[in-house]
């Protein structure tokens, strides 16, 4: 069975840190595209950030540049959004994905968890 689980939402005052991760299950990570994206309540779930398969394209939300980092350790099938200098504008729930173009493109969604930064 496909899966992609995220862990290690919770909550943190401003200007603290968490690090989300996303772990899959039932298929290869190692050739996917992976990333984040996050969606409060009333808007659109936005990009947040990705890194490419090999690990050398990397983007970021502008908001988050300098503030999140994105890495993947392909050998343990997970994906990783570090988050530091936590701002409540950060507030959502965030999913990972993992995605590949081709002749049979396959996108991948974790469930989601919550990220609430508030004092």
């Known amino acids: 069975q496909v899966q992609l689980v995220e862990s290690g939402g919770g909550w943190m005052q401003p200007g603290g840190s968490l690090r989300l991760s996303c772990t899959a299950s039932?298929?290869?990570?190692?050739?996917?595209?992976v990333g984040w994206f996050r969606q409060t309540p009333g808007k659109e779930r936005e990009f947040v950030a990705a890194?490419?398969?090999?690990?050398?394209?990397?983007y970021f939300l502008d908001s988050v540049k300098g503030r999140f980092t994105i890495s993947r350790d392909n050998a343990k099938h997970t994906v990783y959004l570090q988050m530091n200098s936590l701002k409540p504008e950060d507030t959502a729930v965030y999913y990972c994905?993992?995605?590949?173009?081709?002749?049979?493109?396959?996108?991948?969604w974790g469930q989601g968890t919550q990220v609430t930064v508030s004092s």
């Open positions: 039932g298929f290869t990570l190692d050739y996917y595209n």
């Open positions: 890194v490419g398969w090999n690990g050398s394209r990397r």
């Open positions: 994905y993992a995605a590949v173009s081709g002749i049979v493109p396959k996108a991948y």
